[in-house]
């Protein structure tokens, strides 16, 4: 089962907004990862946040993670063209069994208008 | 090369043969996982292999799929007496191992697009 969701399904913004995108979750993890997948192309890591963080910087990304909440937040500042992608959340499952395993929410269609 | 190669890049067969889709992970990644992916969706975890040991097939949907790693290195992925339902981007992916807990981000093909008629 799908354990992350992700929070619009799809969002459109002009460029240079801020794009916000949430992740929710139901069960313990042990990190939470940002994917970004471009049409027709795999998947491109963008961020891993680990269960005892808070907040992460990389770039134009800024990633929150809630754990009381189980949920965590992408934002993507000064949003352009290229930004237009699927971008997913993956949750690590608390444990020891199945912990290298990855689930994936259904994704943000996300596209910036020029 | 420098990252994860997934070939055919596009598979169009009857329904009731079986394909063979095969990835190349990048070198020095011990973990390698497939994944499905049916149109607009996320991704279905298939099958996870590390290092020598027993690969984890709990994701695999049915009998029907099977999927080997010779030599810690490439993997095939094999669907037997394909359906339609089976139609879907089938992703491959690996990273490094830490032992245990899920903390290396998972570098990943393009993908084999498959269609089933």
């Known amino acids: 089962s799908q354990q992350g969701e992700e929070d619009p399904q799809a969002l459109s913004i002009q460029e240079g907004e801020n794009a916000t995108m949430n992740c929710s979750y139901k069960t313990s993890i042990n990190n939470l990862q940002w994917y970004r997948q471009n049409s027709g192309r795999g998947l491109v890591h963008l961020i891993l946040?680990?269960?005892?963080?808070r907040e992460k910087h990389s770039g134009r990304l800024r990633v929150t993670l809630d754990t009381s909440k189980k949920s965590s937040s992408l934002l993507i500042t000064a949003s352009r063209a290229a930004d237009t992608a699927s971008y997913f959340c993956?949750?690590?499952?608390?444990?020891?069994?199945?912990?290298?395993?990855?689930?994936f929410g259904q994704g943000t269609r996300l596209t910036i208008n020029p | 090369g420098a990252g994860v190669s997934q070939s055919p890049s596009n598979k169009v067969t009857e329904k009731g043969k079986d394909v063979e889709l095969r990835c190349d992970p990048i070198s020095g990644h011990t973990a390698l996982y497939w994944y499905r992916q049916s149109l607009g969706q996320g991704l279905e975890f298939l099958i996870y292999?590390?290092?020598?040991?027993?690969?984890?097939k709990s994701g695999l949907p049915s009998d029907r799929f099977s999927a080997e790693r010779t030599g810690g290195s490439v993997s095939t992925l094999t669907i037997q007496r394909t359906q339609q339902e089976d139609s879907a981007v089938y992703l491959c992916a690996s990273s490094f191992f830490t032992g245990g807990v899920g903390n290396q981000p998972q570098h990943f093909g393009d993908g084999t697009r498959l269609s089933i008629l």
């Open positions: 946040i680990r269960s005892n963080e």
């Open positions: 292999f590390q290092g020598n040991s027993a690969p984890d």
């Open positions: 993956a949750t690590s499952p608390g444990g020891g069994q199945g912990a290298q395993k990855l689930v």
